[in-house]
């Protein structure tokens, strides 16, 4: 992110604890961990999260992350994803859920995950929990630090 610069507005991460936790989930669920999950469907799910959460620095990150592995009319449409027929059904399913584990109401998950079980077994499911809830964490701490970006003057 070459021309672009984040500044904290809130306070410093490192200050925290947390901090190591949540790096600790990254490794093993974000964007460079190595997953049993496709690829292209965990980072689409994490770019979901940004656009829900929102997060300038989730969608800055993840966009340019998604675009080296992902087609560009899939990371462009990820937002429409309900109106289109660039995902495939377990694709959809799986958005669904990941939409209904950061934005839904209890009552959504549970028709969520019976319609991702109809394409991927348990072990699939929990490893997308995970990457969804990881980038939750991810997403929110950097709001909350006020992690924000601004160009930078050459």
Known sequence: MSDIEFINTRFDPEST??????????????YTA?????????????????????????????????????????????????ESELYSAPERAALAYCEALTAGSATDLPPAHDALAEH???ESIAEIAAVVLNM???????????????????
């Open 136 to 154: 939750n964490v991810w997403t929110r701490l950097k709001l909350a630090q006020g992690e924000t970006p601004r160009h930078v003057q050459n």
């Open 34 to 82: 190595t997953l049993g999950v496709d690829a292209q469907l965990a980072q689409l799910l994490r770019l979901r999260v940004a656009q829900l959460v929102p997060c300038s620095y989730c969608l800055i990150l993840h966009t340019r992350a998604a675009r080296e592995i992902i087609s560009d009319p899939r990371v462009d449409g990820l937002l429409s994803w309900r």
């Open 17 to 30: 604890s947390f901090l190591a936790a949540a790096k600790v989930m990254a490794a093993e669920f974000g």
């Open 120 to 122: 991927l077994g348990p």
